[in-house]
């Protein structure tokens, strides 16, 4: 793979591209920009509901601005990592105090936005307003080790070489440019997947270091396995979702019901209250951020 690939690559997305509402001609950046933020570790079917909610009831960054945390955190609802809902709350503060109420287009003034990182910054740059920048996310990677460096799959990451590699890839025209990054992840989310890649459909497989090496097994360091069940991100989730679920401050009581486990428990309660994703009254109980 190399820039000679961006024409079929670009030509595949055109024809084969899920459609999915925050690819419709229109959004707006702040539209782009919740999707992002969404979509970070919470798969497409889970985001889509929640977020044509956020844009039906916060179309702009300064009414998801005017919302209370609480509301944000009830309306993120099971997404996960609940911290990207705060994030974004003053990430909206920002864009609709400094920046007219309209999302930035450039990678520095949305790198200086709270809470906005490296990724979600040339994400939104590209997808929202169609600039050259390098998206780097993990299906990224994947496509880059197999189709560029013949590897059955990534490394750990590693973010300015992962950045380079992306860019040594991208045309020099940004409409161009912008399309060949969505193409790339779309690759990778779709047919070039970690366990079963479909390079009978693949439109680079004429070009793909890996295949053309005969598809080696992956050999470099051993990658971290996520679980879930039992880790402190599924109990704070237990913990969160209580709170969600009653229209006030709770008592300790009826979070300790939530998980059995006292000591993982009041651990991830402390991690809650330090996150600022939960609070505690000064009569001993808890609640969501300002719900007291
Ligand atoms: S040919 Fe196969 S391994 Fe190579 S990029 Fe395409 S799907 Fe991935």
Same mark, same amino acid.
């Given at each position: $793979?190399?820039?000679?690939?961006?024409?079929?690559?670009?030509?595949?997305?055109?024809?084969?591209?899920?459609?999915?509402?925050?690819?419709?001609?229109?959004?707006?950046?702040?539209?782009?920009?919740?999707?992002?933020? $969404? /979509?970070?570790?919470?798969?497409?079917?889970?985001?889509?509901?929640?977020?044509?909610?956020? $844009?039906?009831?916060?179309? &702009?960054?300064? !009414?998801?601005?005017? *919302?209370?945390?609480?509301?944000?955190?009830?309306?993120?609802?099971?997404?996960?990592?609940?911290?990207?809902?705060?994030?974004?709350?003053?990430?909206?503060?920002?864009?609709?105090?400094?920046?007219?109420?309209?999302?930035?287009?450039?990678?520095?003034?949305? /790198?200086?936005? #709270?809470?906005? +990182?490296?990724?979600?910054?040339?994400?939104?740059?590209?997808?929202?307003?169609?600039?050259?920048?390098?998206?780097?996310?993990?299906?990224?990677?994947?496509?880059? *080790?197999?189709?560029?460096?013949? %590897?059955?799959?990534?490394?750990?990451?590693? #973010?300015?070489?992962? /950045?380079?590699?992306?860019?040594?890839?991208?045309? !020099?025209?940004?409409?161009?440019?912008?399309?060949?990054?969505?193409?790339?992840?779309?690759?990778?989310?779709? =047919?070039?997947?970690?366990?079963? #890649?479909?390079?009978?459909?693949?439109?680079? *497989?004429?070009?793909?270091?890996?295949?053309?090496?005969?598809?080696?097994?992956?050999?470099? #360091?051993?990658?971290?396995?996520?679980?879930?069940?039992?880790?402190? &991100?599924?109990?704070?989730?237990?913990? /969160?979702?209580?709170?969600?679920? %009653?229209? +006030?401050?709770?008592?300790? %009581?009826?979070?300790? &019901? %939530?998980?059995?486990?006292?000591?993982?428990?009041?651990?991830?309660? !402390?991690?809650?209250? =330090?996150? +600022?994703?939960?609070?505690?009254?000064?009569?001993?109980?808890? *609640?969501?951020?300002?719900?007291?």
């Amino acid at each position: $793979m190399n820039t000679t690939t961006a024409e079929p690559l670009n030509a595949w997305y055109e024809t084969s591209a899920r459609e999915l509402p925050w690819r419709e001609p229109g959004t707006t950046g702040w539209g782009v920009l919740v999707s992002e933020t $969404m /979509l970070q570790q919470t798969p497409v079917r889970r985001v889509e509901p929640v977020w044509w909610e956020w $844009m039906r009831r916060w179309p &702009r960054p300064s !009414d998801l601005a005017a *919302a209370s945390q609480a509301e944000v955190l009830r309306a993120w609802g099971k997404l996960g990592y609940p911290r990207r809902a705060l994030r974004l709350h003053q990430a909206a503060e920002a864009i609709a105090a400094e920046h007219d109420d309209v999302v930035p287009s450039d990678v520095d003034t949305l /790198l200086g936005l #709270p809470g906005i +990182g490296t990724y979600t910054a040339r994400a939104v740059a590209a997808f929202a307003y169609g600039r050259r920048a390098p998206v780097v996310d993990t299906n990224v990677r994947r496509v880059v *080790a197999r189709a560029v460096h013949g %590897a059955g799959d990534a490394g750990p990451p590693s #973010p300015n070489r992962d /950045l380079a590699d992306v860019e040594a890839l991208l045309p !020099d025209d940004d409409a161009k440019a912008a399309k060949l990054s969505a193409a790339i992840m779309e690759l990778g989310q779709t =047919v070039c997947t970690a366990r079963a #890649p479909g390079c009978d459909l693949c439109p680079i *497989a004429h070009d793909c270091a890996w295949l053309a090496a005969g598809c080696p097994e992956y050999a470099g #360091p051993p990658k971290k396995v996520q679980r879930f069940a039992g880790t402190d &991100r599924q109990v704070r989730g237990k913990l /969160l979702d209580v709170l969600r679920g %009653a229209s +006030g401050p709770v008592e300790r %009581a009826d979070l300790d &019901r %939530a998980w059995s486990e006292a000591g993982q428990r009041d651990r991830c309660l !402390d991690s809650l209250l =330090v996150d +600022g994703l939960v609070e505690q009254t000064e009569d001993g109980r808890f *609640a969501l951020p300002g719900e007291h």
